[in-house]
């Protein structure tokens, strides 16, 4: 084993037998896995043991992304038991029968306590007890019947929760929330919203009336115990249609996947150009392989069939004062949670609260820009002879600001593309959704950047509050721009006249015209870590966001130094920054007490799209 590897496994080991739980990870280092897909393999079976996840190591052997790191996204569910489970799954089989089939019977019956999230592999064991502690401080008070409300309209039906027990519900959301940021650093959203159980959902309009007949045969007052569910998936593939395996297929060719009664695959509706008619191309989430499969040997999945449950806990008082006859040891049997109960205390929930409440810094890539499309001859294909701009490609903006040098002057400073705005906005309402509460802006003097901080402003609807701070000290490195000295940018007073909400007041920490052309590494690591230090003080001190729209290289050079890490080797940094696609992002919050700033999963998820090439109708009506 490395010793990377040794010191990652030795920081997990010891950090769950601290926990006194049973080390699943300690036989599968055993065989000879590396620490990092052990711990994948865990997450990915639910954490259940090491014989399962032994098998799913042996099965993805082959897998090309067994390395990669890509956390599970996991999400909390409240779940009907008892009689009233067993109505509502009768209630699901009758409409998929007599009206077929909805989005609703994409899940099981449930109620939505929070959205999906990421955590990393190795603080899994921290979500379980973080849904532990959540539960034992609202067991006292969780209701013993949720009341439910049939609610109907054009296009959805189900029940509403009334809404004193759906205050304790929230509560215990936002209490699980709360103790996974300060146990597992996850960010977790709960609901906020009106909590609801639904039945039918996105239905043809002529099925209402049947859907609300079947609906009142489901009487919401059967008995019931409610569990919390912790469940993940494979955020690779949320928007993948699923198909399951009905029959046996071995490959014909090297390029076919096979296939055991059961597999589940997924299929990107967008990627079947390649395929032939009756076959279609998928991913095994057995094996993690990638081929050619005969549609005909599968049938359609439901979403949540490829989910994995992780934990649960059940709200009862009676079950729990048995659970305690039996102790700790007993508390996780068959992945369900009982522990002793303890009092609520609220000023304890709003301690944690308060510590979740920090101040953090979102360091954002710019987006796509102009000649990452059309390579460095971008500017000839959209010139007029007379020196003017043209739009030659949809993927090209509408319209270029206005610069004391003209057209050239975005040769070495391009600026988005359509994409690349629709990208920004996109990353922008996301942000705005996640609830993230910006406090001030940064942005690197490239134009790109500028763009990119812009639009996500817009998103945020905080284009006219809130003005960007252009700070010189976090442009790219100068030894990767062309020519012998840096970049005409645009001025803060150009900017202003492209409707660019620049402050003229701020004063950055390296003045552009400071930048020394084709600087080493070591210049340009430092720049940017003084950058940073002088960011922070310029910005406000107290809890919120600090959003840095920078380059690729701003995600490593600018978060480094916050965490207390060297610069990376020269090398390995080169080749980091060739991966990280447009709007990546890192994400850091301050430690106040402890004196420390850690990385943690960014408020909002990852922006993956396919390449579509340019096409000529020219050439394909008059070409051979």
């Given at each position: 084993m490395a010793a990377g590897e040794m010191q990652v496994y030795a920081k997990v080991n010891s950090k769950l037998k601290g926990r006194n739980a049973a080390s699943l990870l300690d036989p599968l280092v055993g065989m000879g896995f590396p620490a990092h897909t052990a711990l994948k393999a865990l997450a990915a079976t639910g954490r259940k043991s090491a014989k399962e996840a032994a098998e799913w190591l042996r099965c993805h052997c082959n897998d090309p992304s067994l390395d990669d790191p890509i956390p599970q996204e996991y999400a909390l569910f409240l779940c009907p038991t008892g009689s009233l489970l067993e109505k509502l799954q009768e209630f699901w089989r009758e409409s998929k029968r007599q009206c077929t089939k909805n989005r609703a019977h994409e899940v099981f019956p449930h109620i939505t306590l929070c959205d999906f999230f990421t955590c990393e592999d190795q603080k899994v064991e921290c979500l379980y007890e973080a849904l532990k502690r959540a539960g034992d401080r609202i067991l006292g008070s969780f209701p013993s019947v949720v009341p439910?409300?049939?609610?109907?309209?054009?296009?959805?039906?189900?029940?509403?929760?009334?809404?004193?027990?759906?205050?304790v519900i929230r509560e215990f959301a936002t209490m699980f929330a709360t103790e996974a940021a300060v146990l597992a650093d996850c960010t977790v959203k709960p609901c906020s919203k009106q909590l609801h159980l639904t039945l039918a959902h996105k239905f043809y309009p002529h099925h209402q009336r049947t859907l609300e007949q079947l609906a009142r045969a489901v009487n919401p007052g059967h008995s019931c115990q409610w569990t919390a569910a912790l469940y993940s998936?494979?955020?690779?593939?949320?928007?993948?249609?699923?198909?399951?395996?009905?029959?046996?297929?071995?490959?014909?060719?090297?390029?076919?996947?096979?296939?055991?009664?059961?597999?589940?695959i997924f299929v990107d509706p967008t990627e079947q150009e390649e395929a032939s008619e009756g076959w279609v191309i998928g991913l095994s989430q057995r094996t993690g392989c990638r081929g050619f499969l005969p549609e005909n040997y599968t049938e359609r999945a439901s979403e949540c069939d490829t989910w994995v449950k992780h934990r649960t806990y059940t709200f009862s008082l009676a079950a729990?004062?048995?659970?305690?006859?039996?102790?700790?040891?007993?508390?996780?049997?068959?992945?369900?949670?009982?522990?002793?109960?303890?009092?609520?205390?609220?000023?304890?929930?709003?301690?944690?609260?308060?510590?979740?409440?920090?101040?953090?810094?979102?360091?954002?890539?710019?987006?796509?820009?102009?000649?990452?499309?059309?390579?460095?001859?971008?500017l000839p294909q959209c010139s007029t002879p007379d020196g003017k701009y043209y739009r030659p490609d949809l993927n090209f903006p509408c319209s270029l600001p206005r610069r004391s040098n003209g057209l050239k002057g975005f040769e070495n400073d391009p600026p988005l593309s359509s994409c690349g705005i629709f990208q920004s906005r996109t990353a922008g309402e996301a942000l705005l959704d996640s609830?993230?509460?910006?406090?001030?802006?940064?942005?690197?003097?490239?134009?790109r950047c500028v763009q990119t901080a812009k639009h996500i402003l817009e998103e945020l609807k905080l284009e006219r509050k809130m003005?960007?701070?252009?700070?010189?000290?976090?442009?790219?490195?100068?030894?990767?721009?062309?020519?012998?000295?840096?970049?005409?940018?645009?001025t803060l007073e150009e900017l202003r006249e492209a409707s660019v909400n620049v402050s003229t007041e701020y004063r950055p920490a390296f003045p552009f015209a400071s930048l020394l052309p084709a600087e080493s590494y070591d210049e340009f690591?430092?720049?940017?870590?003084?950058?940073?230090?002088?960011?922070?003080?310029?910005?406000?001190?107290?809890?919120?966001?600090?959003?840095?729209?920078?380059?690729g290289s701003a995600l490593d050079s600018c978060t480094r130094p916050l965490l207390g890490l060297p610069p990376r080797d020269c090398e390995d940094f080169a080749q980091l920054i060739r991966k990280i696609p447009s709007l990546g992002m890192c994400f850091c919050e301050e430690i106040r007490e402890e004196g420390k700033w850690e990385l943690v999963a960014p408020p909002v998820k990852t922006l993956t799209h396919g390449s579509n090439s340019a096409f000529s109708w020219r050439n394909w009506i008059l070409g051979n």
């Open positions: 439910l409300v049939l609610h109907s309209s054009i296009s959805y039906l189900g029940f509403f929760v009334s809404e004193g027990p759906a205050d998936r494979d955020m690779r593939f949320v928007h993948y249609q699923t198909l399951k395996a009905v029959f046996q297929y071995k490959p014909q060719n090297v390029d076919e996947l096979p296939l055991n009664p059961g597999d589940y729990d004062l048995n659970s305690r006859k039996d102790g700790e040891a007993s508390s996780r049997q068959n992945g369900e949670l009982h522990p002793p109960a303890r009092p609520r205390s609220a000023s304890s929930l709003q301690a944690l609260q308060a510590a979740v409440v920090r101040r953090s810094v979102l360091v954002v890539r710019h987006g796509e820009r102009v000649d990452q499309v059309f390579g460095k001859s971008w609830g993230i509460r910006i406090t001030s802006v940064f942005t690197s003097p490239a134009l003005k960007i701070r252009v700070e010189p000290g976090i442009f790219e490195w100068t030894k990767w721009e062309a020519g012998r000295t840096a970049p005409a940018l645009m690591v430092r720049r940017c870590a003084v950058s940073v230090e002088h960011m922070l003080s310029s910005g406000p001190q107290d809890a919120g966001t600090v959003l840095v729209v920078g380059h």
